[in-house]
């Protein structure tokens, strides 16, 4: 796919990777529907969008929130006038052990809106923007379209995140399963799956925190947002890609 002119909806656009990710294909020549919560957020990611040679529109949308998916995705396509792919990059964690047992006792199990919050956002989200912009794409007789599913390293088990694991399974393996139903018109899909990447929450941790992180990974260090938005990039524009997930993550795994 050539990214000039088409229009794509990044979720989670306010910051972190999904503001890189934005930016990255703004600057391949596409056009950015930017989804988040915090509207500040939104209007800065829409001017770096403007600033690297592309354009950007602010949506202020609750991925885990059927109606608003529905009316975002209607929105997108009477705005820009297509719709071309989507990048599924919304997501929250909650973490927390499975059970906590010390002395004899439970002190602490993981809630239910632990666990809940999670999957609303992390897997029921990316459901309902992937079922919505497959959707769309087919009702504009789009000639190709793609759409991206952000996974986790996670998704292999993480200590602490069984909420945010199996979500992020679940999200790579939606990948694959649509793949298979919408080959037959041209809608590719696809997950990326990062490692340890510089985001706001690594950046905040204490220097020696951060140092343990960055031996762990055999490149010798951390990632960044550019990374991950190289391999979104390489997914909309190799035409012989879908369905599988690229780890992203220095070797780690």
């Not at 294909?25 to 988040?36: E, K, N, P, T």
């Not at 960044?224 to 369905?243: L, P, Q, R, W």
């Amino acid at each position: 796919m050539d990214l000039n002119n088409k229009v794509i909806v990044v979720t989670g656009a306010g910051r972190g990777l999904g503001r890189g990710i934005a930016e990255g294909l703004a600057a391949a020549g596409a056009r950015i529907a930017c989804v988040d919560l915090n509207e500040d957020d939104l209007a800065e990611t829409v001017s770096l969008c403007e600033k690297a040679g592309g354009g950007g529109h602010a949506y202020v949308v609750n991925v885990a929130r059927e109606e608003e998916v529905e009316k975002l995705f209607s929105d997108v396509a009477q705005d820009l006038g297509r719709l071309d792919g989507c990048v599924n990059n919304a997501g929250i964690t909650r973490d927390g052990l499975l059970v906590k047992f010390k002395d004899g006792q439970v002190q602490k199990k993981m809630s239910l809106e632990e666990w809940q919050s999670v999957m609303d956002v992390n897997l029921t989200g990316v459901f309902l923007c992937g079922r919505e912009a497959a959707a769309k794409m087919l009702e504009l007789g789009v000639d190709e379209g793609v759409i991206v599913n952000m996974s986790s390293l996670a998704k292999q088990g993480s200590f602490g995140q069984s909420n945010y694991s199996a979500a992020k399974a679940g999200v790579a393996t939606l990948a694959e399963v649509w793949a298979r139903e919408l080959a037959k018109f041209n809608i590719r899909t696809g997950a990326i799956a990062p490692g340890t990447i510089n985001t706001d929450m690594i950046a905040a941790m204490k220097p020696e925190a951060r140092e343990k992180l960055t031996q762990a990974v055999p490149l010798g260090r951390i990632g960044e947002a550019e990374h991950i938005a190289n391999s979104v990039k390489f997914i909309f524009e190799n035409d012989y890609f879908t369905g599988r997930c690229i780890e992203m993550d220095g070797g780690l795994r």
